[in-house]
């Protein structure tokens, strides 16, 4: 899953330290791996960089010097672009789904339709494994029908999730 | 696709309500069909696929919006008309309990072509083909009793295909089946209609099925979304 | 949401009814109980299609309760009946020579109008002590009448009979003295009534000791007998096979619920038993609801009136034990028919095991029950005369020759749908049904082929004794339609009627002559009492033509008329009726010569001339004058006889005539000019007939209407997938015709050999030759097959119904 997308659509909701950029992502998303502090440190420095975050001011203090992270115009765009491509369909895509889907309700973005053009992607690709399926020797009808089977499985996460977004959107917004 | 936008629509259905009651069952279903393709309908249960299947192939008329077959307005034609068109253009495929019990498997795959007025022994001959082409010319003289839901199934897709239609549809086909024997039909109908050149609308809920189409779309609520994208 | 697999549809009720478990199979009594109470439970719990199932049955056994109620009831209604026809009847025992303070003098003074016939008595007391008829608490005066409600709403509504009776009325005749509430009767005082003589002559009134005096049981003979067994018989059978019938509805669905309950454990026996429960309880509801039927429908009974009969509700009593038997063998045929429908279905876990297609039926046993009634037939012995008559021997070997022919209807079926095949669509869809389930269609058509066959049967035997009952009376209703009789006094008196009758509205001729007798010219001298009777005819040349064939007829002709064969007597008229012959107009005597004679010389140029039948078809004879060569004041009892040629174009005419008739006086007759006459307890009987029959048919054809309807809800689904196909609705309701009419046909055919064979055997027994009523027949077969197919087109509304798209959600 693409952390830098994630922080940025974090962002979108007001500016923010570091920090709290840390702790919000944790909350929402690092269920079972909390994310280190320096990863939100280079990777805010490379969002910098490539103009999608602006700082929006210093805090002096004591410890180290804090930073408030703003997005630009730019940044909403590059967000925007993320959450409407379709990830490759490929096994264990759900954590990158979910936080799309959750990224989405949480800017107001249509999260219905994240989910239908991934579906679409999804099925784009099964009808090539079928396609291939039909074509190949028992090895690769083998092959196909596992990949096949994982993607379905995928897919139905997908139609549980799309039957469940009000319920997510209540949960998330609260 | 510059072809695809050349090619006209063989069946198009735009705006499409339909209440039962108080239910609004379609409101709002757009859909597109092509000749020669294989649309899956998808969408979850009671959002509408099996009704939006039923107003395009003029079973059930819609309460308003349009669907024009070849050019015709089937929401204008009355009962008659309509059923002339099912008899020589369409084919159907249900989920199970289609094939009438007293008649055989051969008998019941000839019905259509009886219907539109074929002479018994030629739509026979007829039938036994496409029983054989489908695998199932074993079953030819067993009644659908007698034969498994697998076989059942196969012999409800010949008799589908057998007078030549234009459109299948074809709703849960693979519903009672298990995977392999779903699988079996599915890749069957989707060869044979590329063979005859039928369009198939197909509504599923299962992504495995919905994978032997050329394009889905998706009814959510009674509305459908056309997922054939300009790429 | 679908049911893909039919044989566990029902398990939720299975789960929630809690299913008989951990019991060993053999349990006796108590298991009976348990898994009758279970099937019971599962009859009144199965959810709406359970309830909709149990209720058919409850209806269909319902409906057959209340007639075998109403047949209960019809012996006491007879009975009923009986006492109270006997209770008013008028007849003298004897002849009364002297009034006491208790007799009266009675005249008929019946009529008709409009083909309903009015039953009449004028009264006249002798006494202070003479009794009113039944149902009368005063004697009405003079002038006076009381009347039957029915009656009393006739005249309200119908001045021109008002004007025929314009009697005061006094008040009604109560139950008692009335069969029915349709019964149209009266009872008017009149102080014109005289007593006849011992001659029965010089008088207009009978004299009786009171009512209810003289019990005449109209005895009808045995051949009444037979016919009264062989309706019942006719009658009730159709009732029973439809009460089988009902018990049998919804019977595949109750087979894939039996199926569940396998699959859960319960043994073969106890499914049996679990059915039998089912039944049983549908059985009881239908009791229930019979006889919730039959007492609402009696007290419809005061408004029903079939073909002229009526009855009081309260009269319409099912006898104790009747009663007792429907109560206890309808639950119990119930629980045999359903036994029977398991023989053979072998109910197993996973579903209804299909049965084999391709045993055929045995016919052996079949066609012994219709052969064993047949040779019967002849064992019972004639029926001839007053011969007693095996009612029993009948009835058993009508019953088997009718359950013979539902016997062999289904192996007939069988055979012959077997051999169907080609056709349209339709025809395909209808045939292979029936291959596969032959059995029930056939039991579908059994009810009307009973039905039919036995109506045949009775026609035949009804036509084959009919000479017995029904006489030709040849008369000619196209020369005139009436005819006036009534005794007069002198010649003029019956000029003058004539005239008034030529004078009514309606009358487009009257053809009047007088009618007496006289004798022999030596009568006076005659000792033993055997005087010639020679039959006289006075009227104008136009009515005596009417009689006899005339030439050269003018005022002051006379004509001799010889007796046709057997119509008179030849010996006298030979003897007498000469040219130049004399004879004694002051005759004949009854017992003895009284008065002087009259002599009167036949003329020399009297003719001689052919009789023909006169429009009421009598032959008359003897001497024939017109009044003008005869003068009719010398005659002795006169009678004035005028036949009347209506306007066709005016329906009243009739009740004009007898109109007039009842101005001319006390004992005018008006005769009904009719091509046959029927002696009245036959007349009745056939009314009865004919009332059961439709009763019956109405019946089968509720109950062909409830299995057709069920059928096709059992086919919705594949109803609308042909429907999708593009069927056209045409096709499909063709295939429920043919489905119908193939059976019916079959049954029909079988119907009308079967009646033919009874009829023959029937016809046999009272010793009459065989002759097949094809009209008859062919009316019967069309009513059979006209119920068929009324029920067919009721069955389209639903089956349009069936065909929309919803039919293809699963359930
Ligand atoms: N004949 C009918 N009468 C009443 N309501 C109906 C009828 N047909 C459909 N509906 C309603 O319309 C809605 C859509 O039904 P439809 O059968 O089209 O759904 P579906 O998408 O095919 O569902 P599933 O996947 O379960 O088959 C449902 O809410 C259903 O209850
Ligand atoms: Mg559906």
Redesign the interface.
């Known amino acids: 899953m693409s952390i830098g997308h994630t922080l940025l659509g974090l962002l979108e909701s007001g500016p923010r330290h570091g920090y709290d950029l840390k702790r919000a992502f944790d909350e929402r998303f690092g269920h079972d791996r909390p994310l280190a502090y320096g990863q939100v440190y280079s990777t805010m420095a490379r969002l910098l960089k490539n103009g999608l975050v602006e700082v929006e001011g210093i805090e002096p203090g004591g410890g180290p010097e804090r930073k408030r992270y703003a997005i630009t115009d730019a940044g909403v765009t590059d967000v925007e672009t993320w959450l409407a491509r379709p990830e490759k369909p490929e096994p264990y895509l759900q954590t990158t789904l979910y936080a799309k889907v959750v990224l989405a309700l949480l800017t107001g973005r249509p999260a219905a339709d994240l989910l239908d053009s991934q579906r679409a992607e999804h099925l784009r690709l099964m009808r090539e494994l079928t396609r291939r399926k039909s074509s190949g020797d028992l090895a690769d009808q083998l092959i196909c029908d596992h990949a096949l089977f994982h993607l379905e499985a995928d897919l139905r996460w997908l139609e549980l999730t799309a039957a469940r977004l009000d319920q997510l959107a209540a949960e998330v917004t609260r | 696709m510059s072809a695809e936008t050349l090619t006209e629509p063989l069946l198009q259905a735009t705006d499409v309500h339909k209440s039962y009651g108080r239910t609004a069952a379609l409101d709002g279903a757009a859909l597109t069909v092509r000749a020669g393709e294989v649309v899956a309908v998808m969408g979850p249960s009671g959002s509408g696929k099996s009704t939006l299947l039923h107003c395009l192939a003029g079973i059930v008329r819609a309460d308003s919006g349009q669907v024009r077959y070849r050019g015709r307005d089937l929401t204008t034609m009355s009962d008659r008309e309509r059923s002339a068109l099912r008899r020589t253009d369409f084919g159907f495929v249900f989920q199970f309990g289609q094939l009438v019990p007293e008649l055989t498997c051969l008998e019941n795959v000839a019905i259509p072509l009886r219907l539109a007025g074929t002479r018994r022994r030629d739509a026979e001959a007829r039938a036994g083909a496409w029983l054989e082409r489908l695998e199932v010319g074993d079953v030819a003289g067993q009644r659908p009793g007698e034969v498994s839901g697998g076989q059942g199934q196969r012999v409800a897709v010949a008799r589908a295909l057998v007078a030549g239609p234009r459109v299948v549809f074809a709703d849960e086909p693979t519903g009672a089946l298990d995977s392999l024997n779903g699988e079996r039909v599915m890749r069957l109908l989707t060869e044979a209609a590329h063979d005859t050149g039928a369009a198939v609308v197909l509504v599923t809920h299962e992504a495995r099925v919905a994978a032997y189409s050329d394009r889905e779309i998706v009814v959510r609520d009674g509305k459908s979304r056309d997922t054939e994208r300009v790429s | 949401?679908?049911a893909?697999h039919e044989p566990f549809a029902g398990f939720d009720e299975v789960a929630r009814g809690g299913a008989p478990r951990g019991v060993e199979p053999a349990g006796g009594a108590a298991a009976w109980a348990r898994d009758l109470a279970f099937g019971a439970r599962l009859a009144a719990g199965g959810g709406r299609e359970g309830w909709i199932r149990t209720l058919l049955t409850a209806v269909g056994v319902g409906l057959g309760v209340a007639l075998l109620l109403l047949a209960a009831a019809v012996p006491p209604m007879m009975t009923v009946r009986d006492h109270k026809r006997v209770a008013r009847d008028s007849m003298s025992a004897g002849y009364l020579a002297k009034p006491t303070d208790s007799t009266l003098l009675v005249a008929d003074a019946g009529t008709t109008f409009r083909g309903a016939d009015i039953t009449g008595e004028l009264l006249r007391p002798e006494g202070a002590k003479a009794a009113a008829p039944p149902g009368v608490a005063h004697l009405p005066a003079p002038g006076h009448m009381v009347v039957s409600p029915a009656l009393r709403r006739l005249l309200a509504a119908q001045p021109l009979l008002r004007e025929r009776l314009p009697y005061t009325i006094d008040g009604p005749i109560g139950h008692a003295g009335l069969m029915g509430p349709a019964e149209l009767y009266y009872y008017a005082g009149s102080d014109r009534l005289t007593a006849r003589d011992a001659n029965y002559e010089h008088g207009n009134a009978d004299r009786i000791a009171g009512f209810g005096h003289h019990s005449n049981s109209a005895v009808m003979g045995p051949t009444f007998d037979l016919l009264l067994v062989v309706m019942l018989v006719v009658l009730l059978l159709p009732v029973a096979v439809f009460v089988a019938t009902a018990v049998r509805l919804g019977g595949e669905r109750r087979d894939r619920r039996l199926a569940a309950l396998r699959l859960v454990g319960a043994d073969n026996r106890m499914t049996r038993r679990i059915a039998a429960g089912e039944a049983l309880f549908g059985s009881l509801l239908g009791l229930l609801v019979g006889g919730g039927l039959f007492f609402a429908g009696r007290q419809l009974a005061t408004h029903v009136t079939i073909r002229g009969i009526s009855a009081y509700p309260a009269d319409m009593t099912p006898d104790a034990a009747l009663a007792v038997i429907v109560a206890v063998a309808v639950p119990l045929a119930a629980v045999g028919v359903t036994m029977l429908s398991l023989r053979g279905t072998a109910i197993e876990p996973l579903g209804v095991v299909?049965q084999s297609v391709g045993r055929g039926r045995r016919v052996w046993w079949r066609l012994v029950i219709p052969a064993v009634g047949l040779l019967l037939a002849p064992l019972f012995g004639k029926v001839q005369g007053d011969g007693k008559l095996n009612m029993y021997q009948v009835a058993t070997g009508a019953v088997l020759m009718l359950v013979g022919v539902t016997a062999v209807l289904p192996w007939v079926v069988e055979q012959v749908v077997r051999r169907l095949g080609?056709g349209?669509?339709a025809w395909?869809?209808a045939t292979?049904?029936l291959?596969?389930n032959s059995n029930a269609a056939a039991r579908l058509v059994s009810g009307v082929t009973v039905a039919v066959a036995g109506a045949i049967a009775l026609q035949m035997l009804f036509a084959g004794v009919d000479d017995e009952f029904v006489f030709s009376t040849g008369a000619d209703p196209a020369r005139a339609q009436a005819v006036v009789s009534a005794e007069v006094d002198s010649g003029a008196q019956a000029r003058d009627f004539t005239h008034r009758i030529a004078a009514t509205k309606g009358v487009q001729h009257a053809y009047g002559y007088v009618d007496s007798a006289v004798t022999q010219p030596d009568a006076a001298s005659v000792r033993d009492g055997d005087f010639a009777y020679l039959p006289v005819a006075v009227g104008d040349c136009a009515t005596l033509g009417q009689m006899a064939s005339l030439h050269g007829c003018a005022p002051g002709s006379v004509f001799l008329v010889p007796p046709a064969d057997g119509a008179g007597d030849t010996q006298a008229a030979r003897t007498y009726l000469r040219p130049g012959g004399r004879l004694d107009l002051n005759g004949p005597p009854r017992e003895a010569y009284t008065g002087t004679p009259r002599l009167w010389t036949i003329p020399r140029d009297a003719r001689t001339a052919q009789s023909r039948p006169d429009p009421s078809g009598s032959l008359g004879w003897g001497l024939f004058a017109t009044p003008e060569a005869l003068d009719t004041s010398r005659l002795t009892s006169e009678t004035a006889t005028v036949m009347v040629a209506l306007d066709p174009h005016d329906p009243d005419a009739a009740e004009y005539v007898r109109n007039t008739a009842a101005k001319l006086g006390i004992g005018v007759d008006v005769l009904h000019v009719g091509t046959t006459t029927t002696k009245s307890g036959y007349a009745q009987l056939r009314r009865g007939l004919f009332a059961g029959a439709a009763l019956t048919m109405a019946l089968i054809g509720a109950s062909l209407l409830v299995m057709m309807l069920e059928q096709l809800r059992d086919r919705k689904?594949?109803l609308a997938?042909?429907?999708?196909?593009?069927?056209?609705r045409g096709?499909l309701a063709w295939s429920v015709l043919w489905q119908t009419a193939i059976p019916v046909v079959l049954g029909l055919v079988l119907a009308c050999a079967g009646g033919l064979a009874l009829g023959a055997a029937l016809l046999g027994m009272v010793g009459r030759p065989f002759h097949p009523d094809w009209g008859a027949m062919a009316g019967m077969a069309a009513i059979g097959a006209g119920v068929v197919f009324a029920v067919t087109l009721l069955s389209l509304p639903p089956l349009w119904r069936l065909m929309?798209?919803d039919g293809?959600?699963?359930e």
């Open positions: 949401m679908s893909p299909r080609g349209p669509v395909q869809l292979r049904r291959q596969l689904k594949l997938v042909l429907v999708a196909f593009g069927t056209r096709a929309r798209a293809l959600r699963t």
